[in-house]
Nanobody, 112 residues
Framework: QVQLVESGGGLVQAGGSLRLSCATS????????MGWYRQAPGQQRELVAT???????NLGDSVKGRFTISRDIAKNTVYLQMNSLKPEDTAVYYC??????WGQGTQVTVSS
């Protein structure tokens, strides 16, 4: 059973920062590209950021310059550092590994 354990969501004021974490097994971490997606109420799930097993990153256009994705090999964990948060960043953020493994999601709410 694949486990992706997310943490770090919460309520923050506009302009603030949060860091999300996604911990998994060594096998999953070393085998699959991983990423973060988000889904706001009434909206489709969208890509936020991805990172390959070799550390290559890709960011969605709406978060470029504000968010950073990184990985800690020793902890088998992927991070999403979110700075300069905006109310439109409010969503449930999901960690993904490979093509079909998803975490349970963590709520991020940005107040204006």
């Amino acid at each position: 059973q694949v486990q992706l354990v997310e943490s770090g969501g919460g309520l923050v004021q506009a302009g603030g920062s949060l860091r999300l974490s996604c911990a998994t097994s060594r096998t999953i971490f070393s085998t699959y590209a991983m990423g973060w997606y988000r889904q706001a109420p009434g909206q489709q799930r969208e890509l936020v950021a991805t990172i390959t097993t070799t550390g290559r990153t890709n960011l969605g256009d709406s978060v470029k310059g504000r968010f950073t994705i990184s990985r800690d090999i020793a902890k088998n964990t992927v991070y999403l550092q979110m700075n300069s948060l905006k109310p439109e960043d409010t969503a449930v953020y999901y960690c993904k590994a490979g093509l079909s493994f998803w975490g349970q999601g963590t709520q991020v709410t940005v107040s204006s």
